[in-house]
């Protein structure tokens, strides 16, 4: 009899309980990005030969990590590592999280030039890049590109999506990439061979001027001869939503030896 005549919970708990449940989702959905990018990443490293094999480990659990039964070769070189690292927290710390959502969320008052800029997709690029020998100066010549092209990433995404729905999105991706991979993996390498992390900005990107960008582009680059002289792939696209999507790419130049 007590407990039917005991006070209700206020309704100020409730969103309280709601708010800090949202907050639970846009962190977990921010780190599962993160590892995502990291992972994808090192997939890409291991399975073109950049590094020698013995630079990789396996220390991190694939049943911990979006629930994979796949092989997660991770860099352990403290530098590459830091530089990993370092590229995957300010794109999606400074870029993603900040300047994206005001590109997204800012008006205009040109109806024409709103649609322009919402249109313009945020690409992040892994790089593989040959050293060559040419014309006796060693150059570094890109040879192949895995790509992401961000769609529409709105920050309250992060808080209102279910964060195992999005760890699934991100699972079948990699489990596609290393597929794809595996398939296409370059044992043996004539020339030594590097790699770029790079993101791909929409023009008149509204970049903090505080902030010094140098590993990626300032804006869309638009080189005729270079998109004749390559092969493009689509790979596992990720949509979280109808407007929320990520699509995967991967470019390989034709002139590659």
Known sequence: MDELLSPQKPKTINSSSNQKLLEQ????????????????INLI?????????NVFTSLLNSKKIFNLS????MIRHPRIEEYIEKVIDSFVNDILLISFTTLLEHTYDDEDEQIHYINNTLKFMVELIDIKLIDNVYQRVVTQSFYLDF????????????????????RENLI?????????????????RTFDVKVELPDKFPLSK?????WFYLHKQY???????AVNVPLK???FNENVMIYSNYKKSTQMK
């Open 70 to 73: 796949i092989y997660l070769p």
């Open 210 to 214: 505080d902030k010094q960008y140098d």
């Open 223 to 229: 080189d005729t001869k270079q998109t004749e002289d």
């Open 25 to 40: 989702n846009k962190l977990q959905n921010i780190i599962s990005l993160k590892l995502y990018l990291k992972v994808y």
């Open 151 to 170: 769609i529409n990433f709105p920050i309250d995404f992060y808080q209102s999506s279910n964060p195992q729905d999005v760890i699934s999105v991100y």
């Open 45 to 53: 490293l291991y399975y073109n030969n950049i590094y020698p094999s």
């Open 237 to 239: 696209e990720m949509e």
């Open 176 to 192: 596609n990439l290393n597929t794809f991979l595996k398939m296409n993996s370059c044992r043996k390498n004539e020339h030594d």
